[in-house]
């Protein structure tokens, strides 16, 4: 079967088990983005120097997403396909525990930089809060289980972590918000 369908070239698409609707309808854009996530992930893993742990716990986390995605494309809950389960989420606050409890306190606020892997992770924690915005906004219109914003939101917490771990691991200190050198 080839890729090329046609089926979207009007701007429709459709929904599992659903009906069609179009390109611009909040559901696709919340899925669109989560796919979205996705690849910046694949960016990340690209990195040669990422620490071991991230590097599973990321490859972890893009299977979850392809879940979050069926989710999130099939708006009937009858229709049966992956979900996200508790223990999605479960999981991911495992990995924020282990993070915290391996870095320095946070006393202020941290602009994303540092090394590239953790600047990259910064670029993935910022398109995970806007993947979760999109669905807060489709749960609102529509409705979506509640355990994908849930996971999303853990998810974010994690890839902020997940980047001040990988710039500690690679020496790079972090800046904290000058809130007064901003003109300098």
Known sequence: MSIVTKTGDTGMTGLYGSRRVSKANARINA???????????????????????????????????????????????????????????????RWITALESSLPPQRKFLLPSGSRTGALLHQARSVCRRSERCVVFLAEKEGTTTEVQMYLNRLGDYLFLAARSANIAHGCPEMEVDYEGWDA
């Open 31 to 93: 899925y669109g983005t989560v796919d979205e996530l996705n690849a910046v992930l694949g960016v990340v893993l690209a990195e040669v120097d990422l620490p071991i742990v991230i590097r599973w716990q990321l490859t972890a986390a893009q299977n979850a997403l392809f879940i979050v995605g069926s989710d999130l494309a099939t708006p009937d809950v009858a229709v049966s396909v992956p979900r996200v389960l508790p223990e999605h989420t479960a999981a991911v606050e």
